[in-house]
């Protein structure tokens, strides 16, 4: 949960894609040395309350169990949505996963785009096994009562309002190549060595399984650890009071996260501003939405601001380089120099904002280990410990901003 309250792994999230390569010129970077960066003094904003041995309660699945093992290993395999060879099923059937070749052919000759080996079909769902967009209808239909080997052909029709105009309305052929039927690898009893080593990257099912279970303890460490951290944080925004937020100051944060994701639209040939509107949002209003919520973030960034400063938590060169170097070379810059620049706005620079990201982080990690943190370990525990979470997270600010794929 680092970072979060500054939103950097939201910054660095959507800047990951669009200025990896580090995109600023040289001007760029002269720009920093120009910018009047904002000058507050975090004492008179902040009237901090107990931020030492908070007593915190948290609730959730933190220590290792058969049980919670078991189901992490079964869920952990469902969702791979892996299918293997049933060498007992020979027949096709309506509800049949099936392994297929297949070419599609106008007039005798095939189309392109109308042929592919080794699929995976789900025959009723008349989709890709595992998937859910589904194929053009009858596609699947005909290989219902078929036998493993066998050569089928058959006449499919597409739509009228197929997206390509050479086919739209056509019927063709498709020749299906009947591999084999599959059957889905539901949990640890159906894997078998082979199974493991073609589709989860290990020799045997032991070796998978020992795999699995120091993902799961490592789970369970990361749960602990977050929803400790979103305790106590939410613990310092109620002990603490923060009168407003210096000004400008707001507004450097909100310009940050719009200049990132403004160079992602960007390189779509874009602005954000017109795709949101050409996706139905009324822009002001996204805008309006990210700026509250961005305010609620740096409120609590100026409380444990205020605690970096009463504990005389600084920048030390070797946290800090250790802190900053993976950030910048993960986003793919091979300079600081760069990357500062491109996370600077008017009014605060990128190494001002990275370098108290890394304060404020200390400064939790400080309250953290001072407190007194009661936990209930309950199997499958639900996320909703968040829910009523004060602290504003990166999914928050972004999900104004950013449109799922699946909306577009």
Known sequence: MKNRVLALALATAMAASMVACGSSSDEATEETTQVAEIEYNVDDYVTLGDYKGIEVTIEGEYEYTDEGFAQYVADTIESAAVY?????????????????????SQDGVPFDGGSAEDQMIDVAGNCM??????????FTAGLVGHSVGDEVAYDVTFPESYGNTDLAG????????????AKAIESEDDLTDDVVSANFGYDTVDEYI????????????????????????????NNCTVSEVPEGLLQ?????????Q??????????????????????EEVINTLTENVKESTKTEL??????????IEVDEEGYTEFITPIYQNMGYTDLDTFYADFTVDGYGGQKYFELAYRTEKATDFCVENAVVNSTNVLNADADTEEDSEVVTDEELESEVEVEADEQ
């Open 129 to 138: 096994a595992g998937g859910t967009t589904g194929f053009i209808d009858g």
């Open 303 to 312: 409380i444990l601001e205020a605690i970096a400063n009463k504990e005389g």
């Open 262 to 283: 403004s160079k992602q639209y960007e390189a779509y040939g874009t602005t954000m501003e017109a795709y949101l509107t050409s996706m139905g949002y009324d822009y």
């Open 84 to 104: 293997a060879e049933d060498d007992s099923q020979t027949e096709v059937q309506e509800d049949s996963i099936v392994n297929v070749d297949y070419v599609g």
């Open 252 to 260: 450097a944060r909100v310009d940050l996260i719009l200049s990132i």
């Open 170 to 181: 056509q019927t063709v052929v498709f020749t299906f190549q009947i591999n084999y039927i």
């Open 210 to 237: 020992a795999a699995l279970k120091e993902e799961y303890t490592a789970s369970l460490e990361d749960n602990l650890e977050n929803d400790t951290e979103t305790a106590v944080l939410n613990a310092l925004i």
